[in-house]
């Protein structure tokens, strides 16, 4: 597509459910980053992948935090036992070249913003 | 404790006239820089980056200073129009093309008054 796509824009989980959001990269992009966004705050790296596989997932705050991107293209985040600090609008980037060296610039989507009751 | 940090939280221009949004950065082992614009219910956009071997890039109405000495940067946008109002991020990396180091700011959002 034209740009990344993101859904569910808005995600309303009461706390102790299971979440999935999904991100849809521009096409023919090599990177993929998941990023959260608390209210207030700047993004924070969460997770990297290029293509399929899973290179850096050092900013994943805990074990209920998993993400894939089995074919190298469409990429979920799941979110389990969700918890109150969850809550945070979730910003999925793809980008065109591995992210080693060089400039690299990031096309980030909508997000996905959740809520934990 | 910030690394990147945007002082003002919030920032009112009239049209036509400057902005100037300020950064500065406490880790002196970051090398880019780099400004996102991000408007209410979209993603951040790129706008401008710098590499710390410049002090300055420009972009049309944007210019990006650096002063490495003082670990502060600044995005100038000339003339202002109100379509520039938006949250700007300013970000560090320890090197180009290493956005898993990115380090974001908290942001100030611009108002661009007609």
């Known amino acids: 597509g034209a740009g990344v796509s993101q859904s569910p824009r808005y995600k309303v989980a009461k706390r102790g459910q299971d979440v999935a959001l999904r991100c849809d990269p521009i096409s023919g992009h090599v990177s993929l980053f998941w990023y959260q966004q608390a209210l207030g705050q700047g993004p924070e790296f969460l997770t990297y992948f290029q293509n399929e596989a899973q290179l850096d997932k050092s900013g994943l705050p805990s074990d209920r935090f998993f993400a894939e991107r089995p074919e190298g293209s469409v990429s979920t985040l799941k979110i389990q036992r969700t918890q109150q600090e969850d809550s945070a609008v979730y910003l999925c980037?793809?980008?065109?070249?591995?992210?080693?060296?060089?400039?690299?610039?990031?096309?980030f989507g909508a997000g996905s913003r959740l809520t934990v009751l | 404790d910030q690394q990147v940090k945007q002082n003002s939280p919030s920032l009112s221009v009239q049209e036509g006239r400057i902005s100037i949004l300020n950064c500065d950065y406490t880790n002196s082992m970051f090398d880019y820089f780099l400004w996102y614009k991000k408007y209410p219910a979209e993603g951040p956009t790129f706008l401008i980056s710098i590499s710390s071997i410049k002090d300055k890039n420009e972009d049309g109405r944007f210019t990006v200073f650096l002063n490495k000495s003082a670990k502060h940067l600044s995005l100038h946008i000339v003339p202002s129009q109100p379509g520039d109002s938006a949250v700007y991020f300013c970000?560090?990396?320890?090197?180009?093309?290493?956005?898993?180091?990115?380090?974001w700011g908290l942001g100030t959002s611009l108002a661009v008054n007609p």
């Open positions: 980037a793809s980008s065109l070249r591995p992210d080693v060296s060089g400039a690299n610039v990031l096309t």
């Open positions: 970000a560090a990396s320890p090197n180009a093309g290493n956005n898993r180091k990115l380090i």
